[in-house]
T-cell receptor
Framework: DAKTTQPTSMDCAEGRAANLPCNHS???????VYWYRQIHSQGPQYIIH???NNETNEMASLIITEDRKSSTLILPHATLRDTAVYYC??????????FGTGTQLKVEL | NAGVTQTPKFQVLKTGQSMTLQCAQD?????MYWYRQDPGMGLRLIYY???????DKGEVPNGYNVSRLNKREFSLRLESAAPSQTSVYFC??????????????FGPGTRLTVL
């Protein structure tokens, strides 16, 4: 699976959009971009995934650049409960998901 | 629809004791997984079951055994617990284990301490 690079930490004001970047410059054509989050040692929670096109669900939006070398997870109206570690994973399938160090997002009043 | 459930939530063992961690999913998924997460670290795959009746080793299988009891349930057994097995254990499941679009869904975890 391709290596991903994320900022170590980010802050966001409650009610504002949180934009979390991820770089995956060596991603291959069959690898999906996945986002999970982990709130205070709870189980990783699936957020969204995509291959080429931008995706949106009830939790977030995923914007993937045309060359697929980077992506942005957007939480449109961040709340305090969105404070968590967010993991970006480039995954082509198989059995083992590899979680890196992720981005610690802190949502503040 | 509970998703993936795990029992127990917490457990303290003495060195040499044995125990079984239970996992069940109600999403009719074919594939199930056991991971461990040590403090400040990423998840590491212990064992997985691509389909009912099959199990395979992950990257850190030593000291563990698994049983795919049926399609819903996948248990992890520690035969002789060691302090190095102190960790948080997560079970996950996915529709299949093949393609990159087969999302893995995780349970809440079991926090195990071995004294």
């Amino acid at each position: 699976d391709a290596k991903t690079t994320q900022p170590t930490s980010m802050d966001c004001a409650e009610g504002r959009a949180a934009n979390l970047p991820c770089n995956h410059s060596t991603i291959s054509g069959n690898e999906y971009v996945y986002w999970y989050r982990q709130i205070h040692s709870q189980g990783p929670q699936y957020i969204i995934h995509g291959l080429k096109n931008n995706e949106t669900n009830e939790m977030a939006s995923l914007i993937i650049t045309e060359d697929r070398k980077s992506s942005t997870l957007i939480l449109p109206h961040a709340t305090l409960r969105d404070t968590a570690v967010y993991y970006c994973i480039a995954w082509g399938g198989g059995n083992k998901l590899t979680f890196g160090t992720g981005t610690q997002l802190k949502v503040e009043l | 629809n509970a998703g993936v459930t795990q029992t127990p939530k917490f457990q303290v063992l003495k060195t040499g004791q044995s125990m079984t961690l239970q996992c069940a999913q109600d999403m009719n998924h074919n594939s199930m997984y056991w991971y461990r997460q040590d403090p400040g670290m990423g998840l590491r795959l212990i064992y997985y079951s691509a389909s009912e009746g099959t199990t395979d080793k992950g990257e850190v299988p030593n000291g563990y055994n698994v049983s795919r009891l049926n399609k819903r349930e996948f248990s992890l057994r520690l035969e002789s617990a060691a302090p190095s097995q102190t960790s948080v254990y997560f079970c996950a499941s996915s529709r299949t284990s093949g393609g990159g679009s087969d999302t893995q869904y995780f349970g809440p975890g079991t926090r195990l301490t071995v004294l």
